[in-house]
């Protein structure tokens, strides 16, 4: 039987709000969780950015997908 961690059930109960488009040019990242344009903040303890709203991470897929990060 597979282990269900803490963090698997958090994430997968977050369901993304895919609703708008984000516009780059002013510099802002959109958080697919918050579905607003908020300001993704560097944490030192995880090495990685983060929502400055819900601490998703911006390596998240959706935040990736929607951000048109890597694909
Ligand atoms: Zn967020």
Redesign the pocket.
């Given at each position: 039987m597979e282990q269900i961690k803490i963090f698997d059930i958090m994430t997968k109960s977050k369901k993304p709000k895919l609703t708008s488009v984000i516009d780059k040019s002013n510099g802002v990242t959109w958080?697919a969780?918050?579905a607003t344009p908020?300001k993704f903040i560097k944490d030192k303890e995880k090495g990685v950015k983060v929502?400055s709203?819900?601490?998703?991470s911006l390596n998240d897929y959706w935040n990736k997908t929607i951000n048109r990060i890597n694909i």
């Open positions: 958080c969780y918050c908020v929502c709203i819900c601490g998703i």
